[in-house]
């Protein structure tokens, strides 16, 4: 089936690595131009390059906070002038804090809250005058099954995404007919999981570590997911042929969520 995204043009935030990058790689393959942004600008280009595109696709990439509303605005709107308009972004930037409640600071607290919340507005606000304009117009927030089924040893990071989850309902009414849905991960592969596996020094290869990992989380399907399983709905979502669904949340989890 044509998703129809040929020639349209999709922010994504977080593309160095993981998730953003498999969903920048399946958006050029599609046909689409990625406006892609992290903070470190030299390894996005870098991760960028090689990926293959269909005709036509076009990237426009920087170096960007996303905490950083100035920046993001004044990025987004250069990109919009040079593609000639926006037709959707993927809030993906992020990241995990690994700490129990009473173990977090207030200060990282108010980081974990500023990043799934303002990293979200930010780029949403700096957006939206051009989604507005756009035939087809589409958000999608990576966000975690954390939302609802929160772990102590994640406290903050459970918290703030059970608070994206809200928003995320609340823009789809607030902004329609922009359309602005959530994708909830479980468990996935990015690299990170391979570096806590070096850390852990344990004579168990990757793939003993990360399945018994998978089920003393209970992940039905017994194993990690790989980003590119990730980006497949991401994408579907940003699609115009995904034309009926807003407010909605997808688990990507290979089953781990314990909730009907
Ligand atoms: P990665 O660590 O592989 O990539 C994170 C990306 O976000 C990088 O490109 C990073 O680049 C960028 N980034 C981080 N902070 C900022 C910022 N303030 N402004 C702009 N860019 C930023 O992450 P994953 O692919 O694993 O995760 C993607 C999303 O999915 C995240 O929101 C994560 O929290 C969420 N998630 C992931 C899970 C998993 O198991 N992997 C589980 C549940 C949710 P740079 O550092 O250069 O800025």
């Given at each position: 089936m044509d998703l129809d995204l040929a020639g349209r043009s999709y922010v994504v935030t977080g593309a160095?690595?993981?998730?953003?990058?498999?969903?920048?790689?399946?958006?050029?393959?599609?046909?689409?131009?990625?406006?892609?942004?992290a903070r470190d600008g030299d390894r996005l280009a870098a991760a960028l390059r090689p990926l293959p595109r269909a005709q036509g696709a076009r990237v426009v990439a920087g170096g960007c906070d996303v905490l950083d509303a100035d920046g993001?605005?004044?990025?987004?709107?250069?990109?919009?002038?040079?593609?000639?308009?926006?037709?959707?972004?993927?809030?993906?930037?992020?990241?995990?804090?690994?700490?129990?409640?009473?173990?977090?600071?207030?200060?990282?607290?108010?980081?974990?809250?500023d990043l799934k919340i303002f990293g979200v507005l930010n780029t949403v606000r700096a957006a939206e005058p051009y989604l507005r304009r756009?035939?087809?117009?589409?958000?999608?927030?990576?966000?975690?099954?954390?939302?609802?089924?929160?772990?102590?040893?994640?406290?903050?990071?459970?918290?703030?995404?059970?608070?994206?989850?809200?928003?995320?309902?609340?823009?789809?009414?607030?902004?329609?007919?922009?359309?602005?849905n959530s994708v909830c991960l479980g468990l996935v592969d990015t690299g990170q999981w391979r570096r806590r596996h070096e850390a852990a020094g344990v004579p168990d290869s990757y793939e003993e570590w990360t399945?018994?990992?998978?089920?003393?989380?209970?992940?039905?399907?017994?194993?990690l997911g790989r980003a590119e399983e990730v980006a497949y709905p991401i994408v579907a979502l940003l699609s115009p042929r995904a034309s009926y669904i807003t407010g909605a949340s997808i688990d990507v989890g290979g089953g781990v969520a314990r909730y009907v």
């Open positions: 160095s690595s993981g998730v953003g990058l498999a969903t920048a790689a399946l958006l050029l393959g599609e046909g689409a131009h990625v406006v892609a942004c993001v605005a004044a990025f987004v709107a250069s990109a919009a002038e040079e593609l000639g308009g926006l037709d959707g972004v993927v809030n993906n930037a992020g990241r995990s804090l690994l700490a129990p409640a009473a173990e977090t600071t207030r200060e990282q607290w108010h980081e974990e809250f756009a035939a087809a117009p589409s958000v999608v927030n990576v966000n975690a099954i954390l939302a609802r089924q929160p772990e102590s040893r994640l406290a903050a990071t459970s918290a703030a995404r059970a608070a994206l989850l809200n928003l995320t309902r609340t823009l789809s009414a607030d902004l329609a007919p922009i359309r602005v399945g018994a990992l998978a089920a003393d989380r209970g992940v039905a399907l017994g194993r």
